[in-house]
């Protein structure tokens, strides 16, 4: 294992992708609350049940599934056009004639610094929906801050916080592995370059929300 | 010496190199030379095993390369060194960087030991103070020049270089190409160049294989390039008009002479 370049990996993914995961964890939240607010209506479902909800759902489909899809198109397809570049530059046998062993030094610690980073910001996306979700609420008035509150910390089971932490771990793999392989085999030219990358992505996408189902089938 | 034995290479229908045999001699710059299509960079890819050959063999000495598995492959290959067309320097890495390369990958000398290395290779190649450069900051023979330097410092046994030329003045082409021979001739190795570049095969050319469309069409050195009644290598050499003419004048400054 290179762990040079598994740091710059982990640099790269994780802290490169900390404000997309951020940003778009947080209007996921608070749609999400907007959304069930308006849904209870004038019910008589208890209010707090909005905090409830917006904390589930992160955790157990939001937070793992939506960061995997936007990392798939921010990661997956800098992952692929990078290997991709670097196959139609040469670099890739460059290293192969040196004796590099090509797929421990260049799609290995891609792979391992994914399924390492990834889970921690899907944690973090989770926090970030949990926290859009209050503002959301709080300053919409939809309900009060106690109430939030209560619903977060209401019929917590930590089962759920397995199922997250398994679907970010596959779901890494899933959008890292397809990314490599797809610029690692790249040939032609930069019409072929764009395709791969784009096909990394689009294919990515569908098995992340394949094994979304699968996990969520064997895991519930 | 490296020994290519037979060697064919088939692309689906097409045959690309139809049973080649040569030697490619020690402590001398060796060329492939031939038109666009002749199969060149495809012999020169299977010589470094990037491609597998249909059939034949690959020889570096006594071993037969072609047999070998990816990972015993690895210990002749830690003694090739490669320029490539485009040089494939890496673009996130210095110059520094690029040539420091293999040492990081291969060797565990300090940290110290290896940037005297760089250095001394660097002015080798005449780029010392270049070292924080990238590579997009660079000219093309300057490239060129941090290509030839990262492969050569591990001291490799052999050099491939592929098309050395292409892309550069002539002025800068002469000097990458009196920059290889004079390494190949310091370090004894053995050099294989892939090239259309005429004055690469008048000024450099020990050895010289001339391809034509996936066959050994003729072998000879430099002094033999101009008395070989060979047509396809005239025809190659003495592609354009300027250097027909040139030829012409000479034989018919010969032609006087012997009258004479």
Same mark, same amino acid.
Not at chain 1, 120 to 139: E, K, N
Not at chain 1, 159 to 181: D, E, G, P, R
Not at chain 2, 106 to 117: A, G, N, V
Not at chain 2, 228 to 250: K, T
């Given at each position: 294992?290179?762990?040079?370049?598994?740091?710059?990996?982990?640099?790269?993914?994780?802290?490169?992708?900390?404000?997309?995961?951020?940003?778009?964890?947080?209007?996921?939240? %608070?749609?999400?609350?907007?959304?069930?607010?308006?849904?209870?209506?004038?019910?008589?479902?208890?209010?707090?049940?909005?905090?409830?909800?917006?904390?589930?759902?992160?955790?157990?489909?939001?937070?793992?599934?939506?960061? =995997?899809?936007?990392?798939?198109?921010?990661?997956?397809?800098?992952?692929?056009?990078?290997?991709?570049?670097?196959?139609?530059?040469?670099?890739?046998?460059?290293?192969?004639?040196?004796?590099?062993?090509?797929?421990?030094?260049?799609?290995? @610690?891609?792979?391992?610094? %994914?399924?390492?980073?990834? @889970?921690?910001?899907?944690?973090?996306?989770?926090?970030?929906?949990?926290?859009?979700?209050?503002?959301?609420?709080?300053?919409?008035?939809?309900?009060?801050?106690?109430?939030?509150?209560?619903?977060?910390?209401?019929?917590?089971?930590?089962?759920?916080?397995?199922?997250?932490?398994?679907?970010?771990?596959?779901?890494?793999?899933?959008?890292?592995?397809?990314? =490599?392989?797809?610029?690692?085999?790249?040939?032609?030219?930069?019409?072929?370059?764009?395709?791969?990358?784009?096909?990394?992505?689009?294919?990515?996408?569908?098995?992340?929300?394949?094994?979304?189902?699968?996990?969520?089938?064997?895991?519930? | 010496?490296?020994?290519?034995?037979?060697?064919?290479?088939?692309?689906?229908?097409?045959?690309?190199?139809?049973?080649?045999?040569?030697?490619?001699?020690?402590?001398?710059?060796?060329?492939?030379?031939?038109?666009?299509?002749?199969?060149?960079?495809?012999?020169?890819?299977?010589?470094?095993?990037?491609?597998?050959?249909?059939?034949?063999?690959?020889?570096?000495?006594?071993?037969?390369?072609?047999?070998?598995?990816?990972?015993?492959?690895?210990?002749?290959?830690?003694?090739?060194?490669?320029?490539?067309?485009?040089?494939?320097?890496?673009?996130?890495?210095?110059?520094?960087?690029?040539?420091?390369?293999?040492?990081?990958?291969?060797?565990?000398?300090?940290?110290?030991?290896?940037?005297?290395?760089?250095?001394?290779?660097?002015?080798?190649?005449?780029?010392?103070?270049?070292?924080?450069?990238?590579?997009?900051?660079?000219?093309?023979?300057?490239?060129?020049?941090?290509?030839?330097?990262?492969?050569?410092?591990?001291?490799?046994?052999?050099?491939?270089?592929?098309?050395?030329?292409?892309?550069?003045?002539?002025?800068?082409?002469?000097?990458?190409?009196?920059?290889?021979?004079?390494?190949?001739?310091?370090?004894?190795?053995?050099?294989?160049?892939?090239?259309?570049?005429?004055?690469?095969?008048?000024?450099?050319?020990?050895?010289?294989?001339?391809?034509? #469309?996936?066959?050994?069409?003729?072998?000879?050195?430099?002094?033999?390039?101009?008395?070989?009644?060979?047509?396809?290598?005239?025809?190659?050499? #003495?592609?354009?008009?300027?250097?027909?003419?040139?030829?012409?004048?000479?034989?018919?400054?010969?032609?006087?002479?012997?009258?004479?």
């Amino acid at each position: 294992m290179y762990w040079k370049e598994t740091m710059r990996q982990m640099n790269d993914i994780g802290v490169g992708s900390l404000v997309i995961v951020g940003l778009v964890s947080i209007f996921i939240g %608070a749609v999400t609350a907007v959304q069930f607010a308006y849904q209870l209506g004038s019910s008589t479902i208890p209010r707090y049940y909005i905090g409830y909800i917006v904390r589930d759902i992160m955790i157990i489909e939001l937070a793992p599934t939506f960061t =995997c899809l936007a990392l798939a198109g921010k990661v997956g397809s800098n992952i692929a056009a990078e290997l991709g570049g670097m196959r139609q530059k040469e670099q890739i046998d460059a290293l192969q004639v040196m004796g590099v062993d090509t797929v421990s030094y260049l799609v290995a @610690p891609k792979i391992f610094a %994914a399924v390492f980073v990834i @889970p921690m910001l899907v944690i973090l996306s989770a926090f970030f929906g949990m926290a859009g979700g209050y503002i959301a609420c709080v300053a919409g008035n939809l309900v009060s801050d106690a109430e939030f509150m209560q619903g977060l910390r209401a019929f917590f089971e930590t089962h759920n916080i397995l199922m997250m932490l398994v679907k970010s771990v596959v779901f890494a793999f899933l959008l890292t592995s397809v990314a =490599c392989y797809q610029g690692f085999f790249v040939t032609g030219g930069s019409i072929e370059l764009g395709k791969a990358s784009t096909n990394a992505v689009v294919i990515a996408n569908i098995l992340v929300l394949l094994a979304d189902y699968i996990i969520a089938l064997v895991m519930t | 010496m490296i020994k290519i034995e037979n060697v064919k290479k088939q692309f689906g229908d097409q045959e690309v190199l139809k049973g080649i045999s040569t030697v490619f001699e020690e402590g001398k710059t060796n060329l492939i030379i031939g038109k666009s299509g002749a199969g060149k960079t495809v012999m020169l890819k299977l010589l470094v095993g990037l491609i597998k050959p249909t059939s034949g063999a690959v020889w570096y000495g006594d071993i037969n390369f072609t047999a070998l598995n990816p990972r015993q492959m690895k210990e002749i290959r830690s003694q090739m060194g490669m320029l490539f067309q485009g040089s494939a320097l890496f673009d996130s890495m210095s110059v520094e960087e690029n040539v420091k390369f293999p040492l990081d990958m291969f060797t565990k000398l300090t940290q110290k030991e290896k940037l005297k290395k760089v250095n001394e290779t660097l002015e080798r190649v005449e780029l010392t103070g270049s070292n924080n450069k990238y590579p997009s900051e660079v000219s093309g023979g300057m490239q060129k020049r941090v290509g030839i330097a990262r492969a050569i410092i591990l001291n490799p046994k052999y050099l491939f270089c592929d098309e050395p030329n292409s892309g550069l003045d002539p002025t800068t082409s002469m000097k990458i190409d009196a920059l290889i021979h004079k390494i190949t001739i310091e370090n004894n190795i053995t050099t294989v160049i892939n090239t259309h570049d005429m004055n690469s095969v008048m000024e450099i050319g020990d050895k010289i294989n001339l391809l034509h #469309f996936g066959e050994l069409a003729w072998v000879g050195t430099r002094k033999e390039v101009m008395n070989s009644d060979n047509d396809l290598l005239q025809d190659f050499i #003495f592609a354009s008009p300027f250097l027909q003419r040139l030829r012409d004048a000479a034989n018919l400054n010969a032609t006087r002479k012997s009258k004479a």
